[in-house]
């Protein structure tokens, strides 16, 4: 299905100079298998894999004639109806300064209290019985159109099982300062919990939908800090979610405010949190591209190339024996549209394996 396709989400700091192009080859990077163009990873395969340079994309990601095409909810929340996310917003055209003491602190004074409005948006398929508890998945930085596209298509073949598709809008901005920031790059549960709480019951009771509590039935994704967000949903509420997929995730120290705990941010995964402890019920299907973000803002704590903590994460996820595909794609950009396309079909296979097909079902499908 594939998530797939999440907003097109670049980093919003101040304009920087064309990020380097990095070699899949490059030593410190993980060894993976470097597949003809036009070729993509089987689906049912773990590990590492480098794609060709031609990005064609699929048909499942446009409208097909004489498939049922399902219900797009549209639904909005107001800051001050959330009891977890009243609202941030940072200064335009501010950012911060470095702490002089941490290089990996960064000090923001223009960030304060603002009201936002959120946007949602819910995909039904036509298949859906009311009354019966659907798989789901959550995506980032929403609505995603294509994705809902995506799922009809793939739904009609047989190819996914019927479920909803839950397109969540940021709280606006982005990076340190930001409510985006904030709900993305925070290293808690918080945001997952402001899901589970403000935003299933809303979809149930709107969308008229029964959501499934089989945290195998359930999925994360997204691009760039929507991908590390996805992640970070899963990692600290296991119990609710076990699928994860991300592009370009940004694993690097974006977090804000700082917290002692976790001073490295998301960078943190891959340099202490997964490394050491105990192996968590997840599966995982990670892309990063060559052209990725690299030191895009005035910190240089080491912490901040989009394409090595990619490939940091590889290299963590397979020393912890994690069920993961990790998929390099030359000449891309961040989150860029030409990438998710070619490898939609593949991407959430490999994440989403036996997703339980819901109660109107007697049997497990395999995806894609």
Not at 177 to 185: K, T
Not at 343 to 366: C, K, Q, Y
């Amino acid at each position: 299905m594939t998530g797939l396709l999440l907003g097109l989400v670049l980093i919003a700091v101040p304009a920087t100079a064309q990020p380097p192009i990095r070699d899949p080859h490059t030593p410190s990077y993980v060894n993976a298998i470097e597949l003809p163009d036009g070729a993509i990873p089987p689906a049912d395969a773990n590990g590492n894999f480098i794609i060709g340079s031609t990005h064609n994309p699929v048909p499942e990601t446009t409208v097909q004639a004489n498939v049922p095409q399902g219900t797009v909810y549209q639904l909005t929340i107001e800051s001050k109806d959330s009891k977890i996310y009243p609202g941030i917003a940072r200064e335009p055209n501010t950012f911060g300064t470095v702490d002089p003491s941490n290089p990996a602190k960064l000090i923001v004074t223009t960030s304060h209290p603002a009201p936002y409005t959120r946007h949602i948006a819910v995909y039904v398929p036509k298949q859906y019985v009311p009354g019966t508890a659907a798989p789901f998945i959550v995506g980032a930085d929403g609505p995603d159109n294509l994705l809902f596209t995506t799922l009809d298509n793939l739904i009609a073949e047989g190819k996914a099982p019927v479920m909803i598709a839950i397109s969540i809008g940021n709280g606006s901005g982005d990076a340190q300062g930001s409510q985006r920031g904030l709900e993305y790059d925070t290293m808690s549960g918080l945001y997952a919990e402001f899901v589970e709480t403000e935003i299933l019951p809303m979809v149930e009771s709107k969308c008229n939908v029964k959501l499934t509590h089989d945290p195998d039935g359930r999925a994360t994704m997204g691009g760039s800090s929507g991908g590390s967000c996805a992640l970070i949903m899963a990692w600290y509420h296991p119990e609710w979610y076990h699928r994860v997929l991300t592009w370009s995730g940004t694993y690097i120290n974006q977090q804000w405010p700082y917290n002692p705990e976790t001073p490295q941010g998301a960078w943190g995964f891959h340099e202490h949190l997964i490394p050491e402890s105990p192996v968590k019920p997840l599966r995982i299907w990670m892309e990063v591209s060559d052209q990725d973000l690299y030191n895009p803002n005035v910190m240089r704590d080491h912490m901040h190339d989009w394409v090595l903590a990619n490939e940091n994460m590889a290299k963590v996820l397979a020393a912890k024996g994690y069920p993961y595909q990790f998929v390099f794609c030359p000449q891309c950009k961040a989150c860029r549209l030409q990438s998710k396309t070619t490898i939609i079909r593949r991407s959430a296979r490999m994440a989403l394996e036996r997703l339980p097909a819901g109660e109107n079902e007697d049997h497990l499908l395999t995806l894609f």
